[in-house]
């Protein structure tokens, strides 16, 4: 018998009978890899989560706790999706299917961690702007943020970017590791404790799979060459998945995760920036621009150094990316009540023909 607390698993309400509880660990299209008491077990979702569910943020992912009924000769099927303690989601944009703009849904990609890993390679493809990009992200999903820096192995200083990226998030932990050498993985126990779960997010050839292979102590998963003209890698992971490591420490990698934009994060903008949005208190005008306006304390801030213009700037881009989010969202909403009002229209035309 597998104890779930070894997968992080608390019972929160009795368990009701004919169920077990279990966690997801993979996830193929409609199938799921679920480890329970009994071990793991395929299993596939009951027809209500196609029928009553909302949105994507009602199925579960790798990560989530669920009810199931037990099968032990064929596939077992999950009841039941449990509360989630964490979340990463991003905005499933469908498109265009038969005329038809589909809604805009929330799709949840991992759920049920206790620390983000924000992965950043010590090479030319080392960008400031896009590890705060992430680090917004992480801050709004419920886990603690950790920003390791890979590759250390490969640089002769890294001083530099260590520097300036402290000098960013003073308060977010840094470690700075080689996963071929060994060099500052040790560091990363403090977070790795059994039971705990950590969710790898980060861009392809940052070195994801090479620090998962190396904390697992064996090859899990290929590893990939980057291209030489810019330090990028193609995608490795092919499926979202947990990995329990030998320290009873758990790691979920997931495709999805270095894809990920900004999804509904205003609020964590604001944290994260809470410095700058406390100076739009100071404009002389409500409706400041914070470009010409005369008594601009943006400007006045960026003029006497106050506010650096890098910090300024990555919250003009996130807020720039949140916005853009929003717009289209309310672009696909107009679009599908436009659809729906010629759908009407016509329905009604063609009765007075009858």
């Excluded at 991003?90 to 005329?99: E, M, Q, V």
């Excluded at 993985?185 to 969710?199: D, Y």
């Excluded at 903008?269 to 409706?287: H, Q, R």
Aim: proline share 4%; hydrophobic share 35%.
């Amino acid at each position: 018998m597998i104890d779930l607390k070894h997968y992080g698993y608390t019972e929160t309400t009795p368990t009701p009978p004919g169920s077990i509880p279990g966690r997801i660990t993979e996830h193929h299209r409609d199938k799921y890899t679920v480890i329970t008491q009994y071990g793991e077990a395929m299993a596939s979702l009951k027809g209500s989560f196609h029928h009553n569910a909302e949105g994507r943020d009602d199925f579960p992912c790798v990560g989530d706790f669920v009810l199931l009924q037990h099968n032990q000769s064929g596939d077992s099927r999950i009841t039941r999706l449990l509360p989630r303690t964490s979340k990463f989601s991003r905005a499933d944009f469908s498109g265009h299917a038969a005329g038809y703009v589909k809604t805009i849904r929330e799709q949840v990609v991992a759920a049920n961690f206790d620390y983000v890993f924000i992965l950043s390679s010590l090479n030319q493809d080392f960008n400031v702007s896009r590890i705060l990009r992430y680090l917004t992200q992480a801050k709004q999903s419920g886990g603690h943020p950790v920003i390791i820096l890979t590759k250390a192995d490969l640089t002769d200083d890294y001083e530099l970017a260590l520097v300036e990226l402290i000098a960013a998030e003073p308060e977010v932990p840094v470690c700075v590791v080689s996963s071929h050498t060994g060099y500052g993985l040790a560091a990363l126990s403090e977070f790795l404790q059994p039971g705990k779960t950590a969710v790898f997010l980060g861009m392809s050839g940052v070195g994801k799979s090479s620090l998962l292979n190396a904390l697992m102590d064996e090859d899990v998963m290929a590893v990939k060459a980057i291209r030489e003209d810019d330090s990028r890698g193609r995608h490795t992971t092919t499926h979202r998945q947990l990995f329990m490591l030998p320290s009873g420490a758990m790691i979920i990698d997931t495709p999805g995760m270095r894809e990920l934009g900004l999804f509904d994060v205003g609020d964590a903008i604001s944290t994260s920036f809470a410095d700058i949005e406390a100076l739009f208190d100071n404009c002389k005008f409500n409706d400041c621009g914070h470009v010409t306006e005369p008594g601009c304390a943006i400007r006045s801030a960026l003029a006497d150094g106050s506010l650096p213009r890098e910090r300024w700037d990555r919250y003009q881009a996130q807020t720039r990316e949140n916005k853009f989010a929003d717009d289209k969202a309310a672009y696909i909403r107009e679009k599908n009540e436009s659809y729906k009002s010629i759908a009407l229209y016509s329905k009604a035309q063609k009765a007075k023909k009858r």
